[in-house]
DNA sequence: GTTAACTTGATACAGCGTATCGAGTTTTCC
DNA sequence: GGAAAACTCGATACGCTGTATCAAGTTAAC
């Protein structure tokens, strides 16, 4: 274990010299306890050290630079991606779905981990946990290990991307200063403008609906995790004809 | 039509003043051309200047800053997503298998359109056409609005994290001056170490087979992609029971 | 006790987005 | 026709970034 994360990154210990003052956990905490607060944008190596009461080179003595801060942070965050320790239910839907929820939860504590996205496909520690945990959910429904790998990545990215999709308001909100309606009616003429021309009747029709009858976000991802674990279910047991089922576990 | 696109950006000839040097959509041309060569990082204000022989602060005269640089290029792109005209075959499967690729191929030729990814979602022209295309094909599935919109949320979401996670090696690569088997070397040491641990068989079932069975990412893609529309199909009619089909159109 | 390994902090460099301002150019209005 | 408004354009500058470099100080090992 000890010697794994040595593997994973160069040694933290030091053989000589000085204690450090901190250790590369407080670095992390605290690098997280910046983006968390003032977003991905805000935090810089400078800012990261002042809050550490540091030099502006200090951070570099624990890390190589801002891409090992990441690469840090990121594994932390996705260990709270991680089914709590003895918490299987045996049930593969019911798994991935608390697996999909649990991602998107942690994603709203720190919601520059969907910003960053998938973007950082580095083996870290928990990272290779996660993958365990998925694959051993989904070694229940008999596929080939290409199509478990694929399921995997269509996990991700739905998750991801329908965080994504839901967070993006309000960083872009957070990084040009306006306020979510502001942003929002900045192009409200533009579309009236379109809807107006009639040239885009599908459009209209969304438009119109839009301002009634339309749900909340809450209600389209838990649809949209929906349709996605079908579709999981559809593949199950190798065959993949469309309107199969699969034999009850 | 011309009113429209002045209602998106402010208006781009001018009343008075000297004629431009060049117009907008060179502007855009020539910044899709960096970003296309050298990478998103590659494109700043300083360097699109230059490229166009002017001077540092000149595009501001064209655009309010960056951020409407990539609006203005994003929307460039979104216009290669959109089906040729006439070429509607009325089967929605096909229709959106088509669309799928398309988007694939189009991020293939300008790969920093899915580094941006979901995160810009502001209505702009092609955008908009893009939508109404969308919706227009789901319109034969019988669908509420909600679940229309919701579902082509899940295709661009399935598009975007396919290509990005695609891409992410070789951008990687870019970012870090690696070749890409030696930045996958160089974390081998660590998988090893994991694998050679025992404690995570099925990480290491999924590695051994790496070497060997596991398919390119083509096959991925295309597999992944019959999934998603077996979930789309498995919804329409409004009836979301798992197994159901749907009746011919 | 010496030396090697390390932390720390200052300084510096090249780059970024863009605010500001002055000068030059073209059109519109009186 | 002349004045003024509206615009382009270029230079300069500010504050920010990641990080290379280097001198000084600290600790453990030989």
Known sequence: MKERENLW???EQPARGPRP??????????????????????LSMRRLAADLDAGPM???????????LIELMVDAVTAEFLRPDGAACGDWRTELRDLARRMRSAMHRHPWMAEIGLRRQAASPNRIRLFEQVLGVLDALELSMDAMLTTMIMIF??????VQIELADQEAQRHTGLELSAWM????PYIESVVSAG????FARMTAEAGRTLTGFDERWEYGLERLLDSIQGSAG??????????PV
Not at 21 to 42: P, S, W, Y
Not at 58 to 68: Q, R, V, W
Not at 157 to 162: D, P, Q, R, S
């Open 9 to 11: 990154l160069r040694p």
């Open 21 to 42: 003052r901190f250790g590369r956990a407080e670095m992390t905490r605290a690098a997280i306890a910046i983006a968390d607060a003032e977003g991905l944008a805000a």
């Open 58 to 68: 200090s951070p570099y003595s624990y890390i190589t630079g801002k891409d090992e």
């Open 157 to 162: 990215v739905h998750v991801y991307g329908f």
């Open 185 to 188: 009616r900045r192009q409200l």
């Open 199 to 202: 040239d885009h009747p599908m």
């Open 238 to 247: 190798g065959r993949r004809a469309a309107g199969e089922t699969r034999p």
